[in-house]
């Protein structure tokens, strides 16, 4: 299964906060399809096979946790996951990582956390213009 150079499944029922994020990933100069439901989100990977998954861990339809094992089972290692959350004890962190994600990213985080989180695991295409000459540094997430 091939995936599309620079796609990412973003996974996020906040839509402020998907919207946030996808404009963040865009402008680094990645491809988006995105979802706020867990069972769209499977359904989504198998139409555009993604590269990576930024996944929330709390979400309707199902838990990132099973979007994280589904796309793991399916997808093998063809889809890198990164998981983000509010809730990042330890026992999430694990979990998310049982369940397939190579990252977990602790909400709220700062953009260039975003950016740098994603980038880890899958290289931008292209890399924007930052505005200014300077990388603006917002905070995103509860």
Not at 60 to 81: C, I, K
Not at 83 to 110: I, T, W
């Amino acid at each position: 299964m091939t995936s599309h150079p620079g796609l990412i499944l973003l996974v996020e029922d906040d839509a402020d906060l998907r919207a946030a994020f996808e404009f963040t990933l865009r402008r680094r100069g990645y491809k988006v399809v995105s979802t706020g439901c867990g069972l769209r989100a499977v359904e989504l990977a198998a139409e555009y096979q993604p590269a990576l998954a930024v996944v929330d861990l709390l979400l309707p339809g199902q838990s990132g946790f099973q979007v994280s094992h589904a796309l793991r089972e399916r997808f093998g290692d063809a889809v890198r996951v990164l998981m983000m959350s509010g809730y990042s004890s330890s026992h999430h962190r694990d979990y998310a990582a049982a369940s397939g994600a190579e990252a977990f990213l602790a909400k709220p985080f700062s953009e260039a956390a975003l950016i740098d989180a994603v980038e880890a695991l899958y290289p931008a295409p292209a890399k924007s213009q930052e505005l200014g000459g300077s990388r603006r540094r917002v905070k995103i997430g509860a």
